[in-house]
């Protein structure tokens, strides 16, 4: 299985502050990861996909970048609403593994 | 509007069954793949299955801690999606989503998710 490494697991952050997430893949997964937003008792959220294809109606101050094995989600000037748990999955192949997460707060 | 609504969900004893269904609307639900994913008490989320649509042949796979005990299905004539647990374990209570398939492993809208809590 591919294992998804997520860092940091929380990050402490302000209204405005700029903020980026790693995550990095155990194998060469190419473009093959995706970025998901999760709010207690919400539906999780899709934000980018193919590694920085940003998903329709997202704002555009969320940005990915990476390749390889390794990836980052950038949130740019933090909103609140942006206070959440944010996740990396690889869609390379299955089984679809997710990083362990990183909780803004 | 895409929408996933789960239900199915509650308490139940180990080693019990219980059949979650997902209900789709606001797009066309035999077109697309369809995954549930899972999300234990203060732990990440952790893929547990889908199920190709049938222009794919409708098969399914299963992550390793679920297979052979849990069984995906799905109903195109009623739009719904189904996730079977059998055998089930303390291990297994948690939050369960249903999620729709976009683009390759992309899941692209998801459920709010429902509760199963296993425990006697």
């Known amino acids: 299985d591919i294992q998804m490494t997520q860092s940091p697991s929380s990050l402490s952050a302000f209204v405005g502050d700029r903020v980026t997430i790693t995550c990095r893949a155990s194998q060469d997964i190419s473009s093959y990861v995706s970025w998901y937003q999760v709010k207690p008792g919400t539906a999780p959220k899709l934000l980018i996909y193919a590694a920085a294809s940003l998903q329709s109606g997202v704002p555009s101050r969320f940005s990915g970048f990476g390749s390889g094995t390794d990836f980052t989600l950038t949130i740019s000037n933090l909103q609140p609403e942006d206070f959440a748990t944010y996740y990396c999955q690889q869609s390379h192949r299955t089984p679809l593994t997710f990083g362990g997460g990183t909780k803004v707060e | 509007e895409v929408q996933l609504v789960e239900s199915g969900g509650g308490l139940v004893q180990p080693g019990r069954s219980l059949r979650l269904s997902c209900t789709a609307s606001?797009?066309?639900?035999?077109?697309?793949?369809l995954h549930w994913v899972r999300q234990a008490p203060r732990q990440g989320l952790e893929w547990i299955g889908f199920?190709?649509?049938?222009?794919?042949?409708?098969?399914?796979q299963y992550a390793a801690s679920v297979k052979g005990r849990f069984t995906i299905s799905r109903d195109d004539s009623n739009d719904i999606v189904y996730l079977q647990m059998d055998s089930l374990r303390s291990g297994d209570t948690a939050v369960y989503f249903c999620?729709?398939?976009?683009?390759?492993?992309?899941?692209?809208?998801w459920g709010q998710g429902i509760q199963v809590a296993v425990s006697s």
């Open positions: 199920i190709r649509s049938k222009d794919f042949g409708g098969t399914t």
């Open positions: 999620a729709r398939e976009g683009t390759y492993f992309v899941l692209d809208h």
């Open positions: 606001g797009f066309s639900f035999a077109n697309h793949a």
